[in-house]
């Protein structure tokens, strides 16, 4: 089953612009993470928020988390296009749970 | 080393073939994960090794059959598959089971069945 649910399914912009994408999800976390996947090869962690968190940034990134909402979002900022890729947000269920679910995915094109 | 390799590339198999997929890691990670990719949908877990003991089988056919024979290494073997087990097969590290961090994946086999 699918915990997570990006929105919008699908985002194109232009270089330079940001990029913000959202994430719902249905249970209490433990964390929730975004990945990136280019061109259906393997995906590359990009951020963990924990669940006591509520705003973190690496570099052009900037993830929040609201719990009382149950959702997450994105933003990549001043956006080039090698940033064209699919985007998941995943989360560990609290409780223990070795169980990593991955929401649906966004699919950014950012063009040159 | 930081990465986890994953071979073959890409795989072509009859419905009568027995294959195996294989996945590396160096990093001293304790935990290995195998999923399933298709086209256009999340990554979906299928089985966890923590500490080279099967945690997790997510009700997987067992035509799927995994094995772990050290902490480096994971292998998948195949047999008697279906056409709609065609997908991209990832394999994934972390730390230690249950610890909640980061994964990290391998750039996954494009399995065909036909």
């Known amino acids: 089953s699918q915990q997570g649910e990006e929105d919008p399914q699908a985002l194109s912009i232009q270089e330079g612009e940001n990029a913000t994408m959202n994430c719902s999800y249905k249970?209490?976390?433990?964390?929730l993470q975004w990945y990136r996947q280019n061109s259906g090869r393997g995906l590359v962690h990009l951020i963990l928020?924990?669940?006591?968190?509520r705003e973190k940034h690496s570099g052009r990134l900037r993830v929040t988390l609201d719990t009382s909402k149950k959702s997450s979002s994105l933003l990549i900022t001043a956006s080039r296009a090698a940033d064209t890729a699919s985007y998941f947000c995943?989360?560990?269920?609290?409780?223990?749970?070795?169980?990593?679910?991955f929401g649906k995915g966004m699919k950014l094109t950012v063009n040159p | 080393d930081t990465e986890v390799t994953q071979t073959p590339k890409h795989l072509v198999m009859g419905m009568t073939n027995k294959k195996s997929l294989k996945c590396e890691q160096h990093?001293?990670?304790?935990?290995m994960y195998w999923y399933k990719q298709k086209a256009k949908k999340p990554p979906e877990l299928m089985f966890v090794?923590?500490?080279?003991?099967?945690?997790i089988n997510e009700s997987v056919p067992s035509r799927f059959s995994p094995e772990c024979p050290n902490s480096s290494l994971l292998n998948l073997h195949l047999h008697a598959l279906q056409p709609e087990d065609s997908a991209l097969y990832l394999c994934?590290?972390?730390?230690?089971?249950?610890?909640?961090?980061?994964?990290?994946f391998g750039p996954g086999t494009r399995l065909t069945v036909l």
């Open positions: 994934a590290s972390s730390q230690k089971g249950g610890d909640y961090n980061e994964q990290f």
């Open positions: 928020i924990r669940s006591n968190e």
């Open positions: 249970t209490s976390i433990n964390n």
């Open positions: 090794y923590s500490y080279e003991k099967l945690s």
């Open positions: 995943a989360t560990f269920a609290q409780g223990g749970s070795e169980k990593l679910v």
């Open positions: 990093m001293g990670h304790r935990a």
